[in-house]
């Protein structure tokens, strides 16, 4: 894809105690891409995520998402952004449709337009028939469907999700994998996935960044990774070659 | 102010629908009901016969009765209600993962603190407002007397200074629940500072007092020295919020009152005679008193507000 940047980062870097834990970090992501964010627990990429949507300051560096400062336009930001945490939360005391009714409010759609869009959103995702049960007795995997919702519903231009197949079985998986998919196939949405689950993300990324330390140590598509580590074989390219390939020299 | 809207709403809907709330407004109400009851029983029986006095109508409120007055009770019990609305509604909302939510949409994220803010304080007004409509109500068809217009302003600023007090109260526990991540350290840490402010700073300004001006045998003859003593006693009661609202509400409440000071250097019998012929000050009067103890309990809301501020734009909200 030969797109421009919807985001873009110079020399990122996040201290905790004077330890990078994001270091001097440049990259960028290209409009309607899927980029696959891969790292081992604990390398920064949930650190850099929250840079980027301003929920935290970065110690150093800039960044620019959709063309606007996450710490100075941090509205503007978040306007245009969809951020799917780790650990999403809803409010465990509200059905379903409650809390995508509350989150349409918060991002000022009005309750007549949200309420047909709850439903549709909730019918994609499978949710219809647990529409009315509250989300404290939802399961991991319809919680992450419900995120998806969250996402119809906000519309947003660039998703950002975190680990979003974490702790999922794998018809779980899969099905949050294809709607990931169709966001940005039918929607034009760019999505920046943070996993380390590296088969999924090499099924649907179209560049993969890997993220070691703090520090992006390889990025490109796969076949351009599997190329500089493996020298381009006749077998089939796995991302977990590369990974481990790239792993092994830090 | 986009989103405030939107989270006070929310809020308000929690808080009604909670048992928090619904047991806490069940309880004060009850001790209300019962306070009421009894000081308007006895009003009754003492003024039987006797023309009524003026403003006896605000004696329900200020009257201890067999236990203690209505003032007092929310004096003390107040603090609680801004407590129990508010030592959990930050970190709540980071353990379940909910506030990278609601911190990640386009809203300003001052509008949480507002917005949860705002909904404590419309909670706290109809808590009290319902309180005493129901306290006059009972009293109304107790002593048989219906309150004047200036009873009825005082009733007022008294509910005024009320909110102000519980909502300070609310301020400190939203602060505590932004600086600890633990709901039970936020829990016991507003309960520590309510019961720091109740009874501790009441000791410690006889102590402090006692240390500059020590009084004993020789010196309890020397009225300089009484009085320096109580000034200094007062000066550091009055870091209490809990001093400053009894202060400004007994002025306000009770006409015959005129200094906030506790210290009277005269004998009963004296004090007796000229409360009797003196005139009550009017509603203009009592403001005039009160009203630095009414700014300085609005100043420390806001300062305390002020803080949870600047704690809570900095921070960083990752979901654990
Ligand atoms: N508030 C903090 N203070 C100190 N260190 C932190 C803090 N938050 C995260 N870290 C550290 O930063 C590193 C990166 O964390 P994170 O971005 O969550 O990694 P990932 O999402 O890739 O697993 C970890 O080593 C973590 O211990
Ligand atoms: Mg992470």
Known sequence: ???????????????????????????????????????????????????LIGLTEATKGWARVAGHDPTREATKVKRTVGYVPENIGFYSDMNAKENLQFLARLNNIPDSVSSKKIKEALEKVGLKDDADKLTGAYSRGMRQRLAIAEIL?????????????????????????????????????????????????????????????????????????????????????????????????V | MTGVGTIVRKELEDHFSSYRFVIL??????????????????????????????????????STGPLFSLVQFVAFFGPLIGLVLGFDSINRERSNGTLSKLASQPIYRDAIVNGKFLAGVVTIIIMMSSILLVVSGLGLALIGVVPGIEEVWRIFI????????????LGISILFSIVFRSIATSALATLALWIFFS?????????VANTFVPINQTSRENPEAVMKHAKIQRAVSLISPMQLYNDSTSIIIDPTRKTTRSLILMGPIEQFSLKRFSRPLNLLQSITVVIPHI????????????????VFMKQEIRSI
């Open chain 1, 1 to 51: 894809m030969d797109q421009k940047p919807v985001i873009e980062t110079h020399e990122l870097t996040k201290s905790y105690l004077n330890h990078n834990v994001v270091d001097n970090l440049s990259f960028d992501v290209k409009e309607g891409e899927i980029f696959g964010f891969l790292g081992p627990n604990g390398s920064g990429k949930t650190t850099t995520l929250l840079m």
């Open chain 1, 153 to 249: 519903i906000k519309e947003p231009k660039i998703v950002f999700l975190d680990e979003p197949t974490l702790g999922l079985d794998p018809d779980g998986t899969s099905r949050i994998i294809q709607h990931i998919q169709s966001l940005s196939r039918e929607k034009n949405i760019t999505v920046l996935l943070s996993s380390h689950d590296l088969k999924q993300v090499q099924k649907i990324s179209d560049r993969i960044g890997i993220m070691i330390n703090g520090k992006m140590i390889a990025l490109g598509t796969l076949e351009q990774l599997a190329e500089e580590k493996l020298g381009v074989g006749d077998r089939e390219i796995s991302l977990d070659d590369v990974y481990m390939k790239y792993f092994q020299e």
């Open chain 2, 25 to 62: 407004f069940a309880l004060i109400t009850m001790v209300s009901l019962i306070t009421t009851y009894m000081v308007g029983i006895s009003l009754r029986d003492e003024l039987g016969g006797i023309a009524k006095p003026k403003f006896i109508f605000l004696m329900l409120f200020t």
């Open chain 2, 158 to 169: 008294y509910l005024i200074i009320s909110v102000f007090y519980i909502s300070f109260w």
């Open chain 2, 199 to 207: 009874f501790f700073i009441s000791m410690g300004a006889s102590v």
């Open chain 2, 295 to 310: 700014i300085t309990l609005i100043a420390i809301t806001f300062i305390c507000f002020a803080i949870s501020y600047i």
